[in-house]
């Protein structure tokens, strides 16, 4: 979701900079509000994978708040992560297996329902959005709203549907709206996920295909990409949880189980509903057991 997929589906080395990974915090996610809001209780039910229960929330919204870009961007990015749940992309076996990254390879089947309710959504989404810009250009909303779609059609072309250069196609828009985000004072923390992610993939790519790349505002630094992930996951409000999910899967490729174990007991702890964060532990720490070196009594 975001295009913080991206991440995973282009690279094939993280930078060895990985020093204060986990101060990122292990047992919260991001900042909540004080009386969270229908949209913040959309997005805990969304991470804890209770799907019926977030378009639950939505569909109240949509009755409520009509006019608001969020409700259908939210609900784009909820069947995209059902399709992804139920095709179990987000599993660490799939991400770990490049043969899945590559272009095409995955031969993944996406639901055709699934697929037109989502690009409704998106198409409902944008229409808001615009509106809204058109009468205020800084409507915070109406860019995230918009920052969502863009990462929500890129990930969903990139994973569930395995077109992940069709996909590298569509990411200027969504950092077209992830940089207006982080214009703002203070910025939008959850954009840095988006920004990030494009930094870093532009700055691991092998220098001969990066001469093919080029991304206004992207300077191709992977420390950058991944420092921006970490402000993601720390401090942002909406996409925290999903920023840890993405460091963990690129902890365990760089075969850093200390690092995926913490952050995958953080996110368990978070959403002890969500079935996979559960599996993924118990993964980890296997991973983790076998890294350990055994202890010979004297």
Known sequence: MWCGALILA?????????????????????????????????????????????????????????????????????????????????????????????????????????????????????????????????DLEALFALCMSAGVETDYTALVEGRTWRSMKLVPNTIKYADRLLARRPPFYDAYLNFGAVEYIVGDLPFFVRWFVHYDGIQGSKTRGIEQLKLAASRGRYYGPYARILLVLVSLREKKPEDAEQLIQGLANEFPENPLFKKELARAKVALSRTQPERNPR
């Open 10 to 138: 282009a690279v094939t080395a993280v930078a060895s900079s990985w020093d204060n990974a986990l101060s990122l915090r292990a047992t919260s996610g991001a900042p909540s509000a004080a009386s969270p809001t229908a949209i913040d209780r959309a997005f805990q039910r969304l991470y804890s994978f209770d799907f019926p229960g977030a378009l639950a929330i939505l569909d109240e919204l949509a009755r409520t708040d009509p006019e608001n870009p969020l409700v259908y961007s939210i609900r784009a990015a909820t069947y995209q992560f059902r399709e992804m749940a139920r095709l179990h992309i987000l599993e660490t076996t799939f991400f770990l297996n490049d043969d899945n990254l590559v272009d095409g390879s995955a031969k993944l089947k996406p639901d055709p329902i699934a697929r037109t309710a989502l690009f409704a959504a998106l198409d409902a989404a944008r229409q808001h959005a615009t509106t809204r810009l058109a009468h205020s250009p800084d």
